[in-house]
T-cell receptor, first 114, second 109 residues
């Protein structure tokens, strides 16, 4: 399978704990995106990378959130001191660097903070 | 990114054509019109995109108004597997997608 993969698919944690999610993009894609989706809403942009450089971060990305893409391949999204409001689906997507280029999404990681 | 307006929901019978409208009156000349859909419990999936001319692919057709202020996604024969939320998105740069709430399509037998 050469699609975007995400791990884990589901995560249940207690408030105050740290969690880390991983995304493996399509291998030749130099752009990688993170989105968050809550129930009944469309995905909301969090941040994106071109190769290893983080080029844009949304105001939704508080100081408790950090994302990395150290070698321009896989990426991690860490949430520190989780809050119940962080409960959501976290989606990763990848693409080539063209305006018309489509983004390919992974299946998402569903986070539940108790 | 410029904003799009879509109906909250639509219904269709199986094997009938479906026309999903999208208004984007503030579209700029460099905005591409993208459509994605999201099946239940899955990540969004690319459907089609266009700039000025109508487009066809194996999944759907995209009809773009001459003034580009609206577009229509056409599913030629809806199946139960097409039941999803369909998002119309304007994209200027090679960066983020700005999703609205989309149109929830229900397909019935």
């Amino acid at each position: 399978d050469t699609g975007v993969s995400q791990d884990p698919r589901h995560k249940i944690t207690k408030r105050g704990q740290n969690v880390t999610f991983r995304c493996d993009p399509i291998s030749e894609h130099n752009r990688l995106y993170w989105y968050r989706q809550t129930l009944g809403q469309g995905p909301e942009f969090l941040t994106y990378f071109q190769n290893e450089a983080q080029l844009e971060k949304s105001r939704l990305l508080s100081d408790r959130f950090s994302a990395e893409r150290p070698k321009g391949s896989f990426s991690t999204l860490e949430i520190q001191r989780t809050e119940q409001g962080d409960s959501a689906m976290y989606l990763c997507a990848s693409s080539l660097d063209r305006v018309s280029e489509t983004q390919y999404f992974g299946p998402g990681t569903r986070l539940l903070v108790l | 990114d410029a904003k799009t307006t879509q109906p909250n929901s639509m219904e269709s019978n199986e094997e009938e054509p479906v026309h999903l409208p999208c208004n984007h009156s503030t579209i700029s000349g460099t905005d591409y019109i993208h459509w994605y859909r999201q099946l239940p419990s899955q990540g969004p999936e690319y459907v089609i995109h266009g700039l000025t001319s109508n487009v066809n692919n194996r999944m759907a057709s995209l009809a773009i108004a001459e003034d580009r202020k609206s577009s229509t996604l056409i599913l030629h024969r809806a199946t139960l597997r097409d039941a999803a939320v369909y998002y119309c998105i304007l994209k200027t740069s090679a960066s983020k997608l700005t999703f609205g709430t989309g149109t929830r399509l229900q397909v019935t037998l």
